[in-house]
């Protein structure tokens, strides 16, 4: 009796409880966040599991929209899980991954000046403007919205073409379908030449969310300029020729505002499947120039050693000039993007960001996030040009096989006695212009319209390596090569 009792108790309490969580999902969200909403909406959320300064939770789509509502913030404020247990688990990972428990250990080092210094050139404001507006223009892309898959499967094809215009049989693009979304994420990948098994990722999500109605929800900062950012750095390696050693993976994840649904799902897949990825960038609002310095990068939630090498290659590619781009650091306090989603699997991710968190764009998640706002895209110019750098850099340049390399290899040039001679008779090109670089990226030295063997009078140059940019009559990609002033 008494045993029937107390299994007849269990049993109702189970019952209550499944009933009482049919009408919502788990998360995990930060504890002060999930208090606050408590506090609010005390029938639409449930504390399940506390971890330091996390929790695990089920709660009401209702509940979801209040807290939307009332961090104010970007992101969704919470991260999609599966079941109780995955958000139980999930929050007993530190908040900052322990660099040694990684899946990869990488030597970051930067050796690829003649191939990031042309590209820099190479990438145009117009284009990521372009994108924007196109991105823009579905009205929505909510993630159960038609026009947010319609945009999904455009961008494919937009992806296919790219790579089809500069004749790249190295790369697929294709759709990733989502168990907790109609909506389905974007994946463009560049097989990599000599390591094709350890992957390099940048990532934008290209759905967007309104505060004030889904059925109009432009997103062109968050995050039409991360996918924008992400295809012009892509197309700007295309024209140089580069090619990767390491796979390059670039996404445009499904449903990030609604709990990161779309890279967790993928995150997930990869971790379980062991793939070997070695870095992720995430590119989530570029278009909004809020604070005096240019990038902010995020350093919860993210990689300490990834952060400090983007910081490194800053440094090292845009510390004044024509490309020069200024940093700093701030904190988000939550999950607030895909990068989230990496770090979670105990990968490498980074996450630089338009400006010090609570400086960037007011008007994110409304009916005003429109490209008209800054009219221009000046400022993700800059975070494409660290994109490009960032895979350049990580990915590697393939020297067997690199066009620039087999073209280079067939002109004659050099610096000797402060003249720089040339000929390309020999590789069937004819000269338009050459420009000459410091290590630094300013161009020391440029010439137009000349005959294909010449010898010209240069300025006085401090001995070091420069990096020497041919443009030729036929080719948009400019043939570099690098060159020693002793
Ligand atoms: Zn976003």
């Not at 003649?114 to 196109?134: F, G, K, M, R, S």
């Not at 455009?154 to 909506?183: C, I, P």
């Not at 109009?216 to 950012?229: H, K, L, Q, R, Y």
């Not at 690199?402 to 004659?412: C, G, P, Q, T």
Request: net charge negative; proline share 2%; with cysteine.
């Amino acid at each position: 009796m008494k045993y029937f009792y107390t299994l007849s108790i269990c049993l109702l309490i189970s019952l209550n409880v499944t009933a009482q969580h049919q009408d919502g999902f788990y998360a995990t969200m930060s504890l002060h966040h999930a208090k606050a909403l408590v506090k609010d909406a005390p029938n639409d959320i449930e504390i399940l599991s506390t971890f330091r300064n996390e929790v695990a939770v089920w709660m009401t789509e209702t509940g979801s929209h209040k807290l939307h509502d009332r961090i104010l913030t970007h992101g969704p404020g919470y991260i999609y899980r599966n079941s109780e247990e995955e958000a139980i688990t999930a929050i007993q990972n530190p908040q900052n991954i322990l660099e040694n428990n990684t899946r990869a250990a990488l030597n970051f080092s930067i050796t690829e000046d003649a191939t990031v210094i042309p590209t820099l050139d190479l990438i145009q404001t117009q284009n990521i403007e372009d994108h924007i507006l196109e991105l823009e223009n579905y009205g929505t892309r909510y993630h159960n919205r038609a026009s947010a898959t319609q945009a999904a499967v455009d961008l494919k094809a937009k992806w296919e073409e790219m790579a089809a215009e500069y004749g790249r049989t190295d790369v697929s693009v294709r759709l990733f379908e989502h168990s907790n979304t109609q909506m389905p994420s974007v994946i463009l990948t560049i097989t990599g030449a000599e390591i094709p098994e350890e992957y390099v990722i940048v990532g934008g999500h290209l759905d967007s969310t309104s505060n004030q109605g889904n059925d109009n929800a432009p997103g062109a900062d968050d995050d039409a300029s991360g996918i924008a950012t992400i295809t012009e750095a892509t197309r700007a390696l295309f024209e140089v020729g580069f090619v990767p050693k390491r796979t390059i993976e670039v996404m445009a994840y499904a449903a990030e505002e609604i709990g990161l649904v779309g890279s967790n799902e993928i995150a997930s897949e990869y971790a379980s499947n062991d793939v070997n990825v070695v870095a992720v960038s995430q590119f989530d609002m570029t278009l909004f120039n809020g604070s005096s310095n240019d990038v902010s990068f995020i350093t919860d939630f993210t990689s300490g050693t990834l952060t400090n090498y983007m910081m490194s290659l800053l440094d090292h590619y845009n510390a004044s000039g024509d490309h020069q781009v200024t940093y700093s650091t701030s904190v988000c306090n939550y999950g607030c993007s895909d990068h989230a989603s990496w770090t979670g699997q105990g990968y490498l991710a980074a996450f630089p960001f338009e400006a010090n968190f609570g400086q960037h764009n007011g008007n994110i998640h409304s009916t005003g996030d429109m490209f008209s706002l800054t009219n221009t895209a000046s400022h993700a110019t800059k975070f494409a040009k660290l994109c490009a750098e960032f895979l350049i850099e990580v990915a590697k340049n393939n020297e067997a096989l690199s066009v620039n390399d087999v073209l280079a290899s067939s002109i004659y040039l050099t610096i000797n006695d402060g003249m720089l001679s040339y000929d390309l008779t020999s590789s069937q090109k004819e000269v338009k212009s050459i420009q000459l670089y410091s290590i630094k990226g300013q161009e020391v030295f440029a010439t137009t319209a000349i005959s294909d063997r010449d010898q010209v009078a240069l300025p006085t140059l401090s001995t070091g390596i420069y990096i020497a940019t041919i443009t030729t009559e036929n080719s948009n990609t400019p043939i570099v090569k690098k060159l020693i002033v002793r």
